[in-house]
């Protein structure tokens, strides 16, 4: 297991890719984050499932002064992860920056649209 000594933690324990989407908007998640500081951040992003163990991102770095939306069904913005449609999954952001992190999710299955968003506290 990795030294997570000195890290911040943000946790998303519902998390879901629609597998539906009414056009022309397409249901998606994503991970916000906004680097305020002013140097660079770099974090991970590990998904935990309810039936195999998680898997982290490689590094994603995040310029100062800047903000990502990072949508978790494109794995170059999550690091690489793929991340299935229509499985329930858990979200942790790492980091030893000290970043704003939101989680938003879009879901189209239905024609009147759905906005969900969340801000996790760091721990």
Do not use: K
Request: net charge negative; with cysteine; hydrophobic share 35%.
């Amino acid at each position: 297991m990795a030294d997570t000594a000195g890290l911040r933690h943000w946790y998303v324990p519902d998390a879901f890719i629609p597998v539906v989407s009414t056009p022309p908007e397409l249901s998606h998640e994503s991970i916000c984050v906004l680097n305020p500081s002013e140097t660079d951040a770099e974090l991970t992003v590990t998904v935990y499932f309810a039936d195999r163990e998680p898997e982290t991102s490689a590094p994603i770095i995040l310029p100062a002064r800047r903000d990502a939306h990072l949508r978790t069904s494109v794995p170059e913005q999550v690091g690489g992860l793929r991340i299935e449609p229509g499985i329930p999954y858990g979200i942790e952001v790492a980091s030893a920056s000290d970043l704003q992190v939101q989680y938003s999710r879009l879901d189209t299955t239905q024609a009147a649209y759905t906005l969900m968003t969340a801000m996790p506290s760091p721990r």
